[in-house]
């Protein structure tokens, strides 16, 4: 599965856990507009983390803040391509 | 009673207030100026005289008003935050002797608030002459952010309340801002700051979006704002981030790491940005300004400002006119040591020429502001009729702050197969959604070998 079906794989699966409701995920969705909250975010970190061995987030130089879920998706994508090489 | 009887009332030290001065929430503008000479308890203020008087607004305005007219008035002042759990009133009630509740149209009937006196705050200020009723010292009691159970309840003074505040008015018009609410020590620290220098503020509503809170902040030129690290990640990731562009960036409330102090630099070029230790027993401890995390070594050796620091096995006390006085009710060890420090439970390091925070002493974890036990939560993973055991610790990440990890050791005898395991995980954390609130729920669980006992036989936990 590409990461970015992973990525909304999961945030379905936290926002059911948590009692929310999504919006339509596209990739210039706002992510504080998802409906996921702070702590779903990092629920969703923690599980990538545990499912890709990565975590971009702690790993960066600079705290990177993605706004929309394309630059979320990115920022995976870009770190799983720094692992493998 | 510390409070000199001559100290000016929160009102009074509104008696100048200019017409441009407001307080503003998404429902309400009001002009500071208008309470000088007008009320919003229409009229009941006197009823309050005297009396121990639980503050249950259900809206930070009302809040604002009714602390500015009780305070001098009543003889003790116990601030409800708004998450405070109805089956806590009776006993937070009794502690505080109360006698009288201030609501608004927003407070939920609760049988715990049939009280002597019950008046209403309203979100408006009608003019009245000022009552001449007798000035109190009053006792301001606020909530801490306990872990579970009934929280404590620190008394302050207005005087220790306002002790970390300057003295000087502030250059120019100011416009504070806080993504606290004003019903806890880190808000209550911005209110008062707009009382003592003659500023204005911005309050939020319960609920309210984060897109919608920063665009008033920007409609009404917000010059100084502040908030936990956790609230400036959730800022950052706003597009309305933009719409801002204060010229003091404030964080307290939680440890500010370089990351996100980096973060706030790289949005905000111009601004001062000053993180302050602060806690709702230990009052301001210090600032930091120069963009560092910790704090330098030095504050240890040298008291700044009547606040004294010692470390204590890795632990910092504090001592200080900021501090609060006691807790009310018996229940629990003093907030103050024996000579005047108190015990904050934050655990630091040395590293080079500066201290940096690593973690709560006994693994207490801050997710957001609450704090965590790990132990509760490792009680209903260990329920789990596979568990063997667990342990429950803290995740720092720059974007989302603390979370929740669990690791947990299965019983030798469970399949140890890939998809079996991700079954444990499922029911394990099904087991807490039934059991815990949302917060305390591990964000993952990490199935592992074994975990460290140490000497004392209990489980080796890492600050931070």
């Known amino acids: ?85 | 009673m510390k409070v000199r009887s001559n100290a000016p009332s929160l009102r009074g030290r509104i008696a100048d207030a200019v017409p441009e001065r407001f307080f503003l929430d998404r429902a309400a503008r009001l002009g500071v100026d208008h309470l000088v000479r007008g009320t919003s308890f229409a009229g009941r203020l006197a009823e309050l005289a005297g009396r121990s008087t639980v503050v249950a607004t259900s809206s930070q305005l009302t809040t604002a008003l009714a602390l500015i007219e009780l305070d001098g008035v009543v003889r003790r002042l116990t601030i409800l935050p708004p998450d405070t759990a109805a089956d806590h009133l009776s006993a937070l009630i009794a502690c505080a002797e109360a006698d009288a509740v201030v609501i608004d149209e927003g407070t939920p009937s609760q049988p715990a608030f049939d009280l002597p006196a019950r008046v209403v705050c309203a979100p408006a200020i009608v003019q009245a002459e000022q009552l001449s009723l007798p000035q109190l010292p009053t006792e301001w009691v606020l909530l801490t952010s306990g872990t579970s159970g009934v929280p404590k309840m620190a008394v302050h003074s207005l005087a220790s309340l306002i002790a970390p505040i300057g003295a000087g008015r502030l250059d120019g018009a100011v416009v504070w801002g806080t993504f606290y609410d004003i019903r806890r020590y880190g808000g209550l620290q911005i209110f008062l700051r707009a009382i003592v220098g003659g500023a204005s503020l911005v309050l939020s509503c319960a609920g309210e979006p984060i897109a919608d809170h920063l665009a008033r902040l920007g409609r009404c030129g917000v010059t100084h704002l502040s908030g936990t690290p956790s609230h400036w990640r959730r800022a950052l990731m706003s597009p309305e981030i933009g719409k801002i562009s204060p010229r003091y960036v404030r964080l307290s409330g939680e440890i500010a790491d370089q990351a996100i102090l980096d973060s706030l630099r790289a949005a905000f070029p111009d601004a001062a940005i000053g993180h302050a230790y602060a806690s709702t027993e230990a009052g301001v401890a210090f600032e930091v300004d120069d963009g560092r995390a910790g704090f330098p070594a030095d504050f240890l050796d040298y008291g700044r400002d009547g606040v004294e620091l010692k470390l204590v096995e890795g632990a910092l006390r504090i001592r200080s006119p900021r501090t609060a006085e006691r807790y009310l009710g018996t229940q629990h060890a003093p907030l103050r040591d024996g000579d005047g420090f108190v015990d904050t439970g934050d655990m630091v390091e040395l590293r080079g020429d500066r201290y940096v925070f690593a973690g709560r002493r006994g693994g207490i974890i801050n997710v957001g502001g609450l704090k965590i036990h790990p132990e509760e939560i490792e009680a209903v993973i260990n329920r789990h009729p596979q568990v063997r055991m667990s342990l429950v610790r803290p995740k720092q990440s720059p974007v989302t702050g603390a979370i929740v990890i669990a690791d947990v050791v299965l019983k030798t005898d469970c399949a140890r197969a890939g998809g079996e395991q991700q079954q444990i995980k499922n029911d394990i954390l099904q087991l807490c959604r039934d059991a815990l609130p949302r917060y305390k729920v591990p964000a993952a669980i990490s199935i592992v070998p074994a975990l460290d006992v140490g000497a004392t036989g209990k489980l080796a936990r890492r600050y931070g």
Do not use: C, N, W
């Open chain 1, 1 to 85: 599965m590409s990461i970015k079906l992973t990525i909304m794989d999961l945030m379905q699966q936290i926002a059911r856990e948590h009692g929310k409701t999504l919006a339509p995920l596209r990739d210039d969705l706002v992510l504080l507009d998802s409906g996921l909250d702070s702590l779903g975010f990092a629920v969703l970190v923690a599980r990538l983390e545990d499912m890709l061995g990565i975590d971009p987030f702690t790993a960066a130089e600079d705290a990177m803040f993605p706004l929309t879920l394309g630059d979320f998706v990115k920022v995976y994508e870009s770190a799983q391509q720094r692992a493998v090489a």
